[in-house]
């Protein structure tokens, strides 16, 4: 507690201590005269009660003393000296704290001063104004509460650590809506799959040709439904090797494509698909094929991409490279702002990120894309190394937005391209481009049903040769060059 005495020649002085000591809201708790000058004991204002009920204590210890004393002059020990001194300090402290002027006391170096009792007599006012004041709003705040209806306070502007807080669970919603948006779209695509009517039997009644056509598509790893529809039309009496060339042939004519260079249409094109498919390669190598044929000035790249700054600056790279403009989608600049901006380029490639029902950035890439007022081609970028599920999950992401084609990367790194080709074949997914490689711009070509078809065969071939050697004269590409 902020309780301090003050030892002075006179009032003034001692008051002018306090002041610099505890502040202009000091309060003087008790003021006594001592030989030498004047003791005053002064506490802060809001410490007033504390120092009040110390003081009251010690009053108490005083008062308990001079019984005592008394005690001790009625049994023949009379000490009167002490006994009215301690009369005198307690009538003089009374007389302090009830406002009324001090008495002037006697002797050397003990008169106080004209105007420091005004002083004290100041303060002492000051402090009872206040409480007085204090006494009456808590009386009015009371009343007021009584006779009026309680009213809600008004909200207070949330903190930054609210407003953090806030925006945490703003992002920690926007997840779980992507998720629920991703396990509908899931939902809906096995719901369609069941709906769909059970392959028809395999044909009876050539089952010499159909044991080996069946286990070498399903060695290209074909799906069991398109196998099914492949094999329907293997005619009876065949050779097996001619069997599996008329088949070879039926699956290259299921195979949709495009057939012509896409991006030499012009227009605006994105590019969509999973993180790591390839976008931003396959962007590269298109925009690299474009500038050797046209020229750069007609020619411009777009990123929608900020949330990883690898594919960013890749981007900006190949735009150095290339000498063509890149353009950064955020939030000062909106993708259909963007997009107007460069209704002067014949062409226009536009990277996208990837979905990830993980991340909360995906349903607003979907919204973007999907609120966008100018023309846009979709194509959807599909990883022949990737598995039959997540082609599915990619395509039942991005299928709402209405695609015009796919493109086929990563054919390299792949061990099988049964599934990217029962997958564009059920889906009926017109397939651009394929791509299967790194050389840009080298690296990728117009997409052609029979050379699909013979890269699944060379495939496969590949994967098995060191157990299954024995087919290869089934799987042989001489066999194969006369498809189509």
């Not at 005083?62 to 009538?91: F, H, I, M, N």
């Not at 809906?188 to 159909?210: D, F, I, K, L, T």
């Not at 065949?238 to 008329?246: F, G, I, T, Y």
Request: with cysteine; glycine share 6%; aromatic share 4%.
């Amino acid at each position: 507690m902020k309780v301090k005495r003050f030892f002075a020649p006179d009032m003034r002085q001692a008051m002018r201590r306090v002041r610099e000591e505890i502040g202009p809201d000091a309060v003087i708790v008790s003021n006594h005269k001592v030989a030498g000058g004047v003791e005053v004991v002064a506490a802060h204002e809001q410490e007033y009660e504390a120092a009040q009920a110390e003081f009251k204590s010690e009053r108490q210890r005083r008062q308990r003393r001079d019984e005592q004393v008394k005690t001790l002059t009625s049994k023949g020990r009379p000490e009167p000296d002490l006994s009215d001194e301690l009369r005198k300090a307690q009538a003089r402290i009374a007389a302090a704290q009830q406002g009324e002027p001090l008495e002037p006391p006697s002797g050397r170096n003990r008169q106080i001063e004209r105007d420091s009792e005004e002083d004290l007599r100041a303060i002492l006012d000051s402090l009872k104004d206040r409480q007085k004041a204090r006494a009456d709003q808590a009386h009015r705040h009371f009343v007021q509460a009584r006779e009026e209806p309680a009213v809600p306070p008004a909200p207070a502007h949330p903190s930054a650590e609210e407003q953090a807080r806030i925006s945490a669970m703003q992002q920690e919603i926007n997840q779980l809506k992507t998720m629920l948006q991703q396990q509908m779209q899931q939902q809906q695509v096995q719901q369609q799959q069941m709906q769909q009517p059970p392959p028809p039997p395999p044909p009876q009644s050539n089952g010499a040709q159909a044991g080996p056509v069946a286990r070498k598509l399903e060695l290209l790893g074909i799906s069991d439904r398109l196998r099914v529809h492949l094999m329907s039309g293997v005619e009876s009496g065949l050779e097996p090797e001619s069997a599996w060339r008329n088949t070879l042939a039926k699956l290259s004519d299921s195979i949709p494509v495009i057939g012509d260079d896409f991006i030499e249409r012009g227009g605006m094109i994105a590019f969509l698909g999973p993180t790591g498919v390839g976008k931003t390669t396959t962007i590269g190598k298109l925009a690299a094929r474009y500038v050797l044929q046209n020229g750069s000035s007609s020619v411009a790249l777009v990123t929608t991409d900020t949330y990883r700054i690898a594919a960013h600056e890749q981007l900006k790279t190949f735009g150095r490279i290339l000498d063509v403009p890149v353009r950064v989608v955020d939030e000062s600049h909106p993708l259909d702002e963007v997009l107007k901006s460069l209704r002067n380029k014949r062409l226009v490639l536009i990277d996208t990120a990837g979905l990830n029902a993980q991340e909360a950035h995906s349903q607003d890439q979907l919204e973007m894309l999907e609120n966008i007022s100018v023309r846009m081609k979709k194509l959807l970028v599909v990883s022949c190394s990737s598995q039959r599920q997540l082609m599915e999950q990619g395509y039942a992401a991005y299928a709402k937005l209405g695609l015009h084609g796919c493109v086929l990367s990563k054919l390299d790194e792949s061990g099988s391209l049964g599934d990217a080709l029962s997958f564009v074949v059920e889906r009926k997914l017109s397939v651009a481009y394929v791509a299967d490689g790194q050389k840009i711009p080298d690296d990728i070509g117009v997409a052609r049903k029979h050379d699909l078809v013979s890269r699944a065969v060379v495939t496969a071939q590949k994967s098995i040769e060191a157990g299954y050697s024995n087919i290869s004269a089934g799987l042989g590409g001489n066999e194969f060059h006369k498809v189509g």
